[in-house]
Nanobody
Framework: QVQLVESGGGLVQAGGSLRLSCVAS????????MGWFRQAPGKEREFVAA????????YYADSVKGRFTISRDNAKNTVYLQMNSLKPEDTAVYYC????????????????WGQGTQVTVSS
């Protein structure tokens, strides 16, 4: 069993930045894929970004491409999501997920989930 704990959420003005962190209870190198998803009120959970190990391949939703950057530090068992140029439509609960063989954009293929961290972007 792997526990994932997110942090770094908060309230920010449009155009601002936040960095989310996700710390795993065991080596992230054993989790082939790590991803971030988000869920806004009244909407379904949606894919945001994913990174794979080894190789470091990254994937992004079109809505965040060029603004968000996902990275992982296996030595620290941590995955990050750097969010720049934030928009009000980025407001959501952000979830970290990990899997041994996930399809990067499909939430149902990830094995482990964090509890979520709230990101609120004011206009």
């Amino acid at each position: 069993q792997v526990q994932l704990v997110e942090s770094g959420g908060g309230l920010v003005q449009a155009g601002g930045s936040l960095r989310l962190s996700c710390v795993a209870s065991r080596r992230t190198s054993s989790l082939y894929g790590m991803g971030w998803f988000r869920q806004a009120p009244g909407k379904e959970r949606e894919f945001v970004a994913a990174v794979y190990w080894p190789g470091g391949n990254t994937y992004y939703a079109d809505s965040v491409k060029g603004r968000f950057t996902i990275s992982r530090d296996n030595a620290k068992n941590t995955v990050y999501l750097q969010m720049n140029s934030l928009k009000p439509e980025d407001t959501a609960v952000y979830y970290c997920a990990g899997g041994t063989a996930p399809n990067y954009y499909r939430a149902d293929t990830y094995d482990y989930w964090g509890q979520g961290t709230q990101v609120t972007v004011s206009s």
